[in-house]
């Protein structure tokens, strides 16, 4: 039959087009969306993605200009060339927006860490350069510059097959959209999404805030026939299309490969369908197409000229034959198959022998391109010396493409490298020699590695075990540093403890003078304390030994290390304010950004403990900068944004701490669970009971998520109770029980860090004297409230404390002169924003019931004009409605007390909710997000349009948009 090419028109996908089009249309509009395409092979992904891009840029508009970059993922097994696909996508940025402003939008450290994977960019880093970023923070940090200027799209094909470090990567870009004008696409098989660690990292990059998921389904049987015809027509070639339409299955790429047999039999397998389509090619052409499909993916011309035995003329002639057919796309100075599927079957034609041969070619021409600079794949080099059978030959590259990941930071591929390189030992004679390291001392950098940059401690403790069996006897300072990864590793996974492993260290080091030695015996001595090997006194002293080691050597990071430890030691003794000296010596000892940014974490945590609100907010301020400054992001921005959340909280910033708690990135389950135990105080405090009542049981449904903040959850879920009590008086006293179930919960949970259990002291005291006031008494209940106030500590924040758990237990007769002292020591004394307006509720309420109503009208006054400026309009409005209720009219409202309107009207949920509304969300898609009902969802969206005065779900989503950079301690994507 005469040649037929794809469908003019794409068939049977306008809704999925057209959430493709809403997210470029959102990016475009400084909303920025991530779009994942699901669906088995040859449903159409890429298809779909190109005829969205297409008609976003042909439609008319302001706007700032389409970048589109792509990243083309192939399949090189398990240890692929790390970041491969990053550095075609780099390099469309380069292109899309020009040399200069792409120098231009980052700093020189982010330059220094892009520049290996971007040789074009002609800007190796100079003798002066700062330390290269982290390539995954660098490509963040350089992705939201750009996208101040411009439209970006960021379009990762067939991500089932990325590398380690291109997924990791992924993931981080996905989660904090770290963008004015950004957009994500990506596609992948539904059918490889099984394989670890794909699987965990597509469900996270799926539960994405901004992410859309679109699964695509076969075509029905009405679907094919019009594909079809809209094949056949344009050619003049009309004929019956029922054994296409019941052979193809729906599938749009087996439509077109079947329509091109023509009117013959059918073949049996679509492996024959492909082959078939290269019948009519001249032999030369074929012989092409099975050589390219040796070389993967997409191959270099230059590659592809050295293994052909054609001339120039010739292999230009096939490779335009292919092109002609629809077979091979030319991309650049590369080329790859128009689809997976046809890089397969071709593959799968090739015979045994000729494999071996074409892949020992296709090895030696990219060893030759690595000797002139040519920027190789040396992890796919390898892969091609390991498929021709030349098992030395792919140790050396693989262990070549190891240093290389480790150079350029693409930490996630490292132990997939050192993987494929164990796996090839064996077969190797000489294979130290191949590889240029033993085998242990590969497994050892490999779970470095993890110490820093990977967030996997149950893969770095399988290395480091692996390592220590293989470690010599006569390596005995490797050995401890194996065993001190090794406890580590274990500790931060939850494995079985063997503190033998840090006393055998230590007898390995104490003699050894080194000052690498004496520097690792420091952090072995400190994490003996850390991990609760060594305690009380012992514990002391070995924190002093190990930082007057540290000292002694000369070594900034472990005296950072060693003072960071003392704090705890210090908090954990109740010496919080010592404790903070330290962390701020800690500070000041290091300029290494992930030890500033560990350190500041306990800072902002211990001074937001003692009330030095605005001393931690600066702190997180100040940590958010340097990580910044240092082109770093992901996991250090979701671990200090999110203790800064809480110093917001406490502070009485709400607006700005629901900001962050709903943008802010968070990489790993325990923050996440943190972040989820903020948003439901806030809730408590602050928003509708059920919302609050949502994220406590989304937390209990699994204990895995209760065992992070396991001292919290139950003081939450008082605090729930005994609001309920006070909004549903006729349930007061099952409230009020259900609070004291969940106080007596204190006796068998420990809290994180020890001064923090003592937060919970106002919620016990609550619980404890409203059941006293039923004339009742629960023992357990009492047993926490003792045990909490014969430790309180001595300083400021705990006399607060101490004057709410005597107003709360004081008799009928004292209550009106105990709550006026507390309301005393809150005016003074700074504690968490909820509290003053709770105590100012309390003395109004205990001085009506005593007569006094002019103290009551301006307790109350006060609680309401308070309340809502600090995040706790709950207790305001407890003190209108008793006012009322009390007949105390000019307490209602106090006179200047401004109406909040707009998003700042909005709870926290609803600013969810919003979010997802401005992403495109529908309302089921809403609550699938956020574990709600459909109807719920409904429900927040009508408060929303009433709340923020507009009539459509379009008109919100642009109040949300005009809104998010609004204000100061905004910082979009953090």
Known sequence: MARTTSAPVMVGRESELGVLVGALTDGRAGRPRVVVVRGDAGLGKSRLVQEALRAVSTAPGDGPPLVVATAQCVDLGSAGTPFGPLRWQLRDLLVGVGREAFVAAAPAAVLAAVAPLLPDLGHGPADDA??????????????????????????????????????????????????????????????EVVRPPLRPAIAELERGRATTLVELAPLDDDLVRAQAAAILLPAGLLRSVDSVVQRSGGNPFFVEELLHVGDGPLPETMREVILARCLPLDPRARQVLRVLAVGGGAVEHDVLREVVDLTEAALDASLRQAADVKLVVVEGTRYRFRHALIQEALYDDVLPGERVRLHAAFARAMD?????????????????????????????AYAAALREAAATGAYASVADLTEACAQVWPSVEDAPAAADSPLWRLLLEA?????????????????????????????????????????????????????????????????????????????????????????????????????????????????????????????????????????????????????????????????????????????????????????????????VASRLVWACMCAGQAERAVRLAVTTPVTDLPMRVFVWWMQATHHVWNGPADHAAQFLEHVREDPSLEEHEAYRWPQLAADLHLRRAVEAPARWE???????????????????????????????ARAVGAWRRLGRYSPRAEEVLELLRADLPGYGVAEVWRSLVD??????????????????????????????????????????????????????????????????????????????????????????TPAVTGIASLSAREVQVLELVAAGLTNPQIAQRLFISPRTAGVHVAAILRKTGTATRAEAAVVWAERRDDGPGTHRGE
């Not at 600079?373 to 021709?388: C, G, K, N, Q």
């Not at 179930?741 to 919970?760: D, G, H, Q």
């Open 734 to 764: 099952a409230e009020v029980d259900a609070a004291l179930t969940e106080v007596a919960r204190l006796l068998t949970v420990r809290a994180e860090f020890e001064p923090m259990r003592f937060e919970a002291v106002p919620t016990v």
């Open 368 to 396: 030759a391109r690595a000797g002139a600079d040519a920027s190789p794949d040396v992890a796919e080099t390898a892969l091609h010396w390991r498929r021709a059978r030349e098992p030395r030959r792919a140790l050396a």
């Open 807 to 896: 107003a709360e237990l004081a008799t009928s007769r004292l209550a009106p002169e105990a709550w006026a002292h507390a309301v005393a020591v809150l005016d003074r004394v700074p504690a968490p924003a909820w509290y003053p307006p709770y105590a100012l509720y309390r003395w109004g309420e205990v001085a009506l019931a005593a007569g006094d109503r002019a103290t009551a009208a301006d307790a109350l006054s006060r609680c309401t004009d308070l309340g809502p400026r600090v995040g706790a309009s709950v207790v305001a409005g407890w003190a209108q409605r008793l006012a009322a209720r009390g007949g105390l009219r000019g307490a209602v409202v106090r006179r200047g």
């Open 447 to 639: 779970a470095l590695v993890h110490v820093e940059f990977v967030s996997d401690a149950a893969r770095g403790l399988d290395l480091a075990r692996r390592a220590l069996e293989l470690c010599p006897p006569a390596e005995p300072s490797s050995r401890a540093r194996l065993m001190w990864l090794q406890r580590m590793f274990g500790f931060n996974s939850g494995a079985p403890a063997d503190p033998g492993l840090l006393t055998e260290a230590e007898r390995l080091l104490r003699d050894r003078t080194a000052p690498e030695d004496q520097v690792l015996l420091a952090r072995v001595l400190g994490l003996s304390v850390i991990v609760g090997d060594t305690t009380g006194q012992e514990a002391w002293s070995r924190v002093e030994q190990a930082l007057a080691l540290a000292q002694a050597a000369g070594d900034g990071d472990t005296v950072a290390y060693c003072q960071t430890v003392r704090g705890r030691l210090l908090a954990d003794r109740l010496d919080v304010p010592a404790a903070v000296d330290s962390f701020l010596m800690a500070e000041r000892s290091t300029e290494a950004t992930h030890h500033l940014a560990h350190t500041r974490q306990y800072l902002i945590c211990y001074q937001t403990h003692l009330g030095r609100y605005d001393e931690a907010v600066a702190t997180g301020e100040r940590a958010l900068a340097g990580i910044r400054a240092a082109g770093a992001g992901g996991g250090w921005v979701g671990a």
């Open 130 to 191: 700062p330390r290269p970023a982290l390539v995954n923070d660098a490509v963040e940090v350089l992705v939201a510059a750009l996208s101040v200027r411009h439209h970006v799209v960021l379009v990762v094909e067939d991500v089932h097959w990325a590398d380690a470090a291109t997924l990791a990567l992924l993931r981080s870009l996905a989660k904090s959209l770290r963008g004015e004008h950004l957009t994500m696409l990506v596609t992948l098989r539904s059918d």
